[in-house]
């Protein structure tokens, strides 16, 4: 009896153990601390944003007070004649930043299928840092300061660091097939995470020294690490003669293995040989257009829902030391420690959650699942009382619900949306896929940055939570299709799966 190719499938991690060498090792680590560092340069200018905003306003509070420094000195340093202007225009810098970030993921994604993989990536490392350095520390030594200045300088750093997300995911997508991608990738998602966590450690560590010292030493540490990149990472297995994923193999669990999780399992076998890309005699995949990409099923769904959800999970991002710090009155220091614990469930719920996708061989219903917990932790952390501990556990459970789901989809999402039936064999599709839904998602957390300092301004930090909720719900609501369709599968998988016992 012939059954569905997903009961036929041996279970995820058998495949993915039998064939991980040390070159496996190698890349999961190289990627995941690069674009670690990429994130940790991001979180230094959200922990130290109390520091800049006192730097540029006058306040008798101030470290650097009057009597230390000349007037003339002193007073040019005041952008703003008070926090709240200076605070307004911090969330302008991220909007910035998010806006260029987005447009460059568009565009890195295109060239990181045209180009070597290595080369972008390490070029946007050490570039970034560069540009990090200028912002935050020479402007600082040199006591110049200048919002356009800062402006052009922020719109630079979205468009190097963007060149990371894409390349990082696709390289990854060449070395790990579907075998346990949910899993291996959310473990390997938590990247973000823990660069958030590092980029903390670091700015409370030396912030006493001034922030520009906090910029300093992470611009430093991310330079060295796109260095490394350029003389270590390897972007595909055919580098060191082993098999790409999607060759011709014998042994037909490895082949199930590789086998897209988005590919429609009731397809007929004719419709799994159809390509959208020309055939090449010489078997060198090309790399897919964009508005191919566009059209792949599951790329435009996944794409809008994306940027309602990275819009909640990067308020957080940027906003939440800031939030501890105004709203209870904290140490910055000590609320950028606090902050860790957001990201801390991020990575466990990441994990988790693509582990269970990987036993379902579904991911929509379990984003589901947890997106509907999240509108619940969300409720619960607004009214979060006065008290760290008590704070951190809640803060620990929104990240689980809310951080996870958004793993998900930068990650492990987009490589089964760029290795679908529709583009069998060409791994060229990867980053320009993770570029479309990594760059719509930053699209809406660029407007959301700006929006949470008008809400926050005009109407307190309670409505900028129910906003988190609304655009919690929409996530929920665009992925809605993707969850029947997935859920009638599963159910009709089980009833097959009973016929044959």
Known sequence: MAFPGSLRRQPANRGLVSHCTHHHIVVFLLTFFSYSLLHASRKTFSNVKVSISSQWTPSCLNSTAPELRPYELWNSSHLFPNAEEATLFLGTLDTIFLFSYAVGLFVSGIVGDRLNLRWVLSFGMCSSALVVFFFGTLTEWLHFYNKWFYCCLWVVNGLLQSTGWPCVVAVMGNW???????????????????????????????????????????????????????????????????????????DSVEEDANRPLMGNDDADDDDRNYSIQATDTDNQPKAIGFFQACCLPGVVLYSLAYACLKLVNYSFFFWLPFYLSNNFGWKEAEADQLSIWYDVGGIIGGTIQGLISDVLQKRAPVLAISLLFAVGSLFGYSRSPNSKPINAVIMAITGFFIGGPSNMISSAISADL??????KGSSEALATVTGIVDGTGSIGAAVGQYLVSLIQENLGWMWVFYFFILMTSSTILFISPLIVREIRLLLHERRLQMLAE
């Open 176 to 250: 790990f097939g579907k075998a346990g991608r949910g899993f291996v990738f959310g473990l390997w998602s938590a990247c973000a995470s823990v660069g958030n966590i590092l980029g903390a450690f670091l700015a409370s560590c030396v912030l006493k020294y001034g922030y520009e010292y906090a910029f300093l030493v992470t611009a430093s540490v991310q330079f060295a690490g796109g260095v490394i990149v350029f003389f270590g990472l390897l972007t595909s297995p055919k580098e060191v003669g082993l098999p790409e994923l999607g060759a011709d193999e014998d």
């Open 418 to 423: 760029g290795r679908q039936d529709l583009v």
